[in-house]
T-cell receptor, first 114, second 115 residues
Framework: AQSVTQLDSQVPVFEEAPVELRCNYS??????LFWYVQYPNQGLQLLLK??????LVKGINGFEAEFNKSQTSFHLRKPSVHISDTAEYFC????????????FGKGTKLTVNP | NAGVMQNPRHLVRRRGQEARLRCSPM?????VYWYRQLPEEGLKFMVY????????ESGMPKERFSAEFPKEGPSILRIQQVVRGDSAAYFC?????????????FGSGTQLSVL
């Protein structure tokens, strides 16, 4: 079974500042890793995913994440945030064995202030 | 191309009533997944369906909850005799095929409130 821990429930930052949203996972098998974003009153959208290959993954809207197997982490970063990045961000994992289930963290609410 | 459509967006029920949540997948998608998000929690998998088949219902509560995805029409998540603890956001997602989750598209959810 897998589990996901998002260490910060809320992250307030100022516009144009860098941000890192932390995600750690636990699994007895190899996993795929995902970050989803949920804007107010909308469904979840895929930001980026790690399936294999390079551990640095680039996604939409200038976000990137790095897979660190030894630390079982998949932290999300953006060098300069915009007001429009205000949203809830969810880290998720699924096992490589073909399970269709995504296991989500509790989410991190990112608030970008002017 | 319309996305995953869920309705209603908000549903209010009294304890003991039935709740029916609908999900129309994206055009061409035959795989549907239901997730539930309780307050202050992440999304939790409930059930995975293909047309006319339940593939994995390991996340569904054993009683009062059922799901279907008929040959024609939307997928339905049905909750009988609702209780306050059923209050949550219910999300539906769809994909064109069964693998990798990368093609998973989510709807905007139905917020169920049980009075």
């Amino acid at each position: 079974a897998q589990s996901v821990t998002q260490l910060d429930s809320q992250v307030p930052v100022f516009e144009e500042a860098p941000v890192e949203l932390r995600c750690n996972y636990s699994s007895s098998v190899s996993v795929y890793l995902f970050w989803y974003v949920q804007y107010p009153n909308q469904g979840l959208q895929l930001l980026l995913k790690y399936l294999s290959g390079s551990t640095l993954v680039k996604g939409i809207n200038g976000f990137e994440a790095e897979f660190n197997k030894s630390q079982t982490s998949f932290h999300l970063r953006k060098p300069s945030v915009h007001i429009s990045d205000t949203a809830e961000y969810f880290c998720a994992v699924s096992d490589r064995g073909g399970s269709e289930k995504l296991v989500f963290g509790k989410g991190t609410k990112l608030t970008v202030n002017p | 191309n319309a996305g995953v459509m869920q309705n209603p967006r908000h549903l209010v029920r009294r304890r003991g009533q039935e709740a029916r949540l609908r999900c129309s997948p994206m055009k061409g998608h035959s795989h549907v997944y239901w997730y539930r998000q309780l307050p202050e929690e992440g999304l939790k998998f409930m059930v995975y369906l293909q047309k006319e088949n339940i593939i994995d219902e390991s996340g569904m509560p054993k009683e009062r909850f059922s799901a279907e995805f008929p040959k024609e029409g939307p997928s339905i998540l049905r909750i009988q005799q609702v209780v306050r603890g059923d209050s949550a956001a219910y999300f539906c997602a769809s994909s064109p095929r069964r693998q990798l989750n990368e093609k998973l598209f989510f709807g905007s959810g139905t917020q169920l409130s049980v009075l």
